[in-house]
């Protein structure tokens, strides 16, 4: 049938136009990331920024006096809100961290069929809980619990939003480390079994190594999800402006004093542009997070 | 019917399953200590299978299941004390090389670490010994922390065959070994496979029938999951095999 002197079919103009709207509709998506991210930092940054001539950096953040509605001398130190936002993270994520990552290992390789499929869908659902609703939790089911086991006086407290904080990450870590898992080849658990490994040499001799990129990912966002959380850890720290000394002391952390206060200032006063001051720190805290996690992760592709 | 015990593996009347699909039509044969066996046949005939079902690797794909008995030294794999202790004692190299994305040495280290061996100085003795046999040695002996999946192909495959020989097998089984090598580096394993022969059992599943008239002392075509003729090189490719395929095959006109 083949005929050699038909011409050959060539695309039409329209479809010619087509691709390049695609091109180009594809080459704005790209690019509209890097223009929404710089977008929010520079509006969060100009509001508070009138604000920046007259700030004592040291006083700004090292010291612990956040006495914004004084009306003789108002202080405005952030240096408690900042140990308040990483004591809890830091303590959310050693809870959830091995929680999460053991939980990822067991639905991705120790079970199968029935229980991984309803373990993952219950899992999501931990992460379809509101916020809000953990925050309550944390006041109305987890205060009394805490008082009475560890004979604390106050219930909310830096434990108490930590492993609200945990609770809240863990859905995360649980399904991404699991496609980091899952997206390892098949040959190599098999290749590892052949040689004899039981199942848990298997996972972290072989599974843990190759996955480490992902599981790395999955960690950070979790921390991502702990740092920026507002409304559970607004409930559940006791939101005291306070340097913590153990566990079960009330912290207040960046997030919930820019949410429980910016709705009480006037717009452009001091204490408002402050507040947006706090939004620009919270942003550098999660910018510099991330960029120490992709330093890390392009180091660990060298090594 | 009990074969002999000096028998290295006997299959009998093997049948395995991915879902409804049968692979092997209940194929019986057994392999003597210290042979080199052949397995040649087209592809989709069930070699590969026949490899997994014997380490119980198989069992790691969804929906596969064997019935029949294979025995490792008279002993069924299926009612195995420790399928662990199986696989140590059979070495498995897969057709297309899977280097686990490890170190060199660590990938060579593996198998012994898994056993539980943590002294430094064996481990070194024992990867460089690994790494000689597979012909690798010189080519990496300077940068055994780098990582094993950054190696070409053949080099890949080459450390395979090293870790599979790291845990000291008493069978060798060989998965289309030589696909991602190139000739010359074939004939020196295949020189090391003559060696080693004197140690362990070797099934080498093949695409090169020419690989299994040198090396092996008898060869099993096999064709979708039947064993069409097994018998001594002599026979098998010599000019009045049993059966007219057989002949066919090896000599290059099926089809």
């Known amino acids: 049938m083949a005929n050699s002197s038909e011409k050959r079919p060539s695309r039409g103009a329209l479809a010619l136009l087509s691709e390049r709207t695609i091109e180009s509709l594809i080459y704005v998506c790209g690019f509209s990331a890097i223009i929404f991210v710089f977008g929010i930092f520079f509006f969060v940054f100009k509001e508070g920024a009138p604000f920046l001539t007259k700030l004592n950096f040291t006083e700004f953040f090292f010291s612990k006096e956040w006495i914004p509605t004084s009306t003789v001398q108002p202080k405005y130190g952030i240096g408690a809100l900042i140990v308040g936002t990483v004591s809890v993270t830091v303590v959310a994520m050693a809870i959830a961290v091995p929680f999460g990552l053991g939980a990822a290992v067991f639905v991705s390789e120790f079970c199968t069929g029935k229980v991984k499929e309803s373990l993952k869908i219950i899992i999501e659902l931990l992460a379809a809980v509101p916020s809000v609703v953990w925050g309550f939790i944390g006041l109305s089911v987890m205060s009394p619990v805490i008082i009475a086991v560890f004979h604390v006086p106050v219930g909310v407290n830096l434990f108490n939003a930590a492993l609200l904080l945990a609770l809240m990450s863990v859905p995360i870590m649980v399904s991404i480390g699991e496609d980091a898992l899952k997206a390892v080849p098949d040959s190599y658990r098999e290749a590892a079994v052949a040689l004899g490994a039981t199942r848990w040499q298997m996972v972290y001799r072989v599974l843990i190594p190759a996955a480490r990129n992902g599981l790395l990912a999955a960690v950070l966002l979790g921390v991502g999800r702990a740092i920026g959380e507002t409304m559970a850890v607004l409930m559940a720290t006791g939101h005291a402006v306070n340097i913590p000394d153990s566990l079960f002391d009330p912290v207040r952390t960046l997030t919930a004093t820019i949410a429980a206060e910016l709705g009480e200032t006037s717009h452009g006063s001091d204490h408002y542009q402050v507040l947006f001051l706090i939004g620009v720190v919270l942003f550098s805290i999660t910018f510099v997070v991330n960029l120490t996690a992709d330093l890390v992760v392009k180091g660990i592709r060298k090594g | ?255």
């Open chain 2, 1 to 255: 019917m009990p074969v002999a015990q000096t028998m290295k593996i006997e299959v009998e009347d093997l049948r395995t399953f991915y879902g409804a699909k049968e692979v092997h039509h209940g194929i019986s044969f057994h392999i003597e200590p210290n042979e080199i066996f052949a397995i040649i046949g087209p592809a989709q005939s069930g070699k590969t299978t026949l490899l997994r079902a014997i380490n119980r690797t198989l069992e790691f794909t969804p929906g596969s299941r064997m019935t029949g008995t294979i025995r490792v030294d008279g002993e069924d794999v299926k009612k195995t004390r420790s399928v662990y202790e199986l696989r140590r004692k059979i070495g498995m190299v897969a057709p297309l090389p899977v280097g686990l994305p490890l170190s060199i040495y660590d990938n060579v280290a593996f198998a012994p670490r898994a056993a539980g061996i943590t002294d430094r100085r064996f481990l070194d003795g024992h990867v460089e010994k690994c790494l000689r046999q597979a012909a690798l040695w010189d080519e990496v002996k300077d940068r055994l922390d780098s990582l094993g999946t950054k190696l070409s192909g053949g080099q890949q495959q080459r450390l395979t065959i090293a870790r599979a020989l790291s845990h000291q097998p008493e069978i060798l089984c060989l998965d289309e070994f030589s696909i991602a090598i190139d000739p010359v580096t074939t004939m020196r394993i295949e020189d090391v496979l003559k060696e080693l022969k004197r140690e362990m059992t070797i099934i080498l599943v093949t695409n090169l029938v020419q690989q299994a008239r040198r090396l092996a002392a008898r060869t099993m075509f096999l064709w979708n999951g039947e064993i069409i003729e097994l018998d001594s090189n002599e026979v098998m490719f010599g000019d009045t095999p049993k059966d007219r395929r057989t002949y066919d095959y090896v000599n290059g006109i099926f089809g």
